[in-house]
């Protein structure tokens, strides 16, 4: 995805589910998608709750898609990639018990990281497990912004 595909319209993707799962991702796939018509589950106090990320920038307004990864047992790392050429959004990942219901104020998570940069500059997180994993992937909208992105997971064996 490029800047050239701005002005593309792109029909918002329905909810696979279960709860305010886009769709299911996976290692070597790459997905073309845009927050416009997403949710709004996480907010810019629960990403600083969770101790994804300070409450530096404001994910109070924008859409969001999440995606749901699993990591098998064994030793596994994931570099996630996020492009987004023509808004300014943000990429969360958090690691969660189950797919069945996404994680609230006052839900426990053990693991979540967010590398927020200004603009449209490439986003890239790094995860890695030694058992089954389950992983939401979120594509945040700052402010109010909505927009296109394409978001890549890349995994190998080992640590």
């Not at 595909?5 to 996976?26: F, K, R, V």
Request: aromatic share 8%.
């Amino acid at each position: 995805i490029t800047s050239s595909n701005c002005d593309d319209e792109m029909s918002p993707p329905a909810l696979q589910g279960p709860d305010c799962i886009t769709a299911p991702i996976q290692c070597g796939q790459t997905v073309i998608g845009t927050t416009k018509g997403g949710g709004q589950w996480f907010d810019t106090r629960f990403y600083e709750k969770k101790y994804c990320t300070p409450a530096t920038i404001a994910h109070d307004a924008g859409h969001e898609r999440v995606f749901a990864l699993s990591l098998p047992a064994g030793d596994r790392h994931a570099s996630i990639f996020l492009d987004t050429p023509c808004a300014d959004l943000d990429m969360a990942v958090m690691r969660v018990l189950d797919f069945t219901t996404c994680p609230t104020m006052d839900t426990s998570i053990s693991q979540c990281d967010m590398w927020p940069k200004p603009g449209n500059f490439r986003e890239h997180v790094e995860i890695s497990s030694q058992e089954d994993t389950h992983w939401l992937v979120v594509v945040e909208g700052k402010t109010e912004q909505d927009g296109p992105f394409a978001l890549t997971v890349e995994c190998r064996d080992g640590l």
